[in-house]
C-alpha cells in the first residue's frame, strides 16, 4: 500500500529534521576543536554521523512505500555558545524537540492507521529514549567538573573513547 500524502510530507518533514540535526551536530563539533576538546569534538562528529543515517533511514523507507522525496533547505543552526556545558544543554533541548516531532508522526500514523510507519518510527521512539539519556548524562557530568579544568579534560578524554554505533 502506497504511503498518503499527509504521512509523506511528515516524513519529509522528519527527513528534514534529521539532516538539520546532523548540522548542528558537526557546528557543536567545530565549537568544541575550536576550544582544544578533541574528545567533546569527536563525540559530536559521531552524533551528526548517526542523525544522517536517521535521515537516510527515512528517505530509504518513503521511497520504499511509493513516496516522493521533497527536500527543502536546511537552516543554519548556531555555532557560537559559551561554554561546553551551554552546548550540552542545547544538545539535550534539541533532542527534546526531536522527541516531541517522533511523537507527533507515530500519533499520525497511528490515526491513519498506518501500520507499517507505526511499526518502523517505533524503532525511533526507542532510539530517541537513548538519545535524550545520553545527553542528559554528559549535561550531569558537565555540572559536576563545574569550573575544574581537570575534570573537564577527563570528560574529554572519556568522550573521545565513543565508538560509532
Known amino acids: ?3 498518503s500524502k499527509d504521512m509523506e510530507s511528515a516524513i ?5 529534521a534529521e539532516f538539520f540535526s546532523g548540522y548542528i551536530y558537526l557546528s557543536m563539533a567545530a565549537y568544541f576543536e575550536s576550544q582544544n576538546l578533541s574528545g567533546f569534538a569527536h563525540w559530536m562528529r559521531l552524533q551528526a554521523q548517526e542523525e544522517q543515517e536517521h535521515g537516510m533511514k527515512l ?7 511509493g513516496g516522493t522525496f521533497d527536500p527543502k533547505a536546511i537552516d543554519s543552526p548556531e555555532s557560537k555558545w559559551d561554554s561546553p556545558l551551554v552546548v550540552f544543554q542545547e544538545a539535550l533541548k534539541h533532542e527534546q524537540e526531536v522527541t516531541a516531532l517522533i ?5 499520525a500514523a497511528r490515526a491513519e492507521k498506518d501500520n507499517a510507519t507505526e511499526i518502523m518510527l517505533q524503532w525511533f521512539v526507542t532510539e530517541q529514549v537513548e538519545e535524550e539519556s545520553s545527553a542528559e548524562d554528559i549535561v ?8 575544574k579544568p ?13 565508538k560509532a554505533d
Open 12 to 16: 519529509n518533514g522528519q527527513i528534514n
Open 59 to 65: 528517505f530509504n523507507y518513503l521511497l520504499e512505500r
Open 140 to 147: 550531569e557530568k558537565l555540572k559536576m567538573a563545574g569550573d
Open 150 to 162: 581537570q575534570a573537564l579534560l577527563m570528560l574529554d578524554r572519556a568522550l573521545a573513547q565513543r
Open 103 to 107: 511523537d507527533k508522526l507515530y500519533e
Open 1 to 3: 500500500m502506497k504511503i
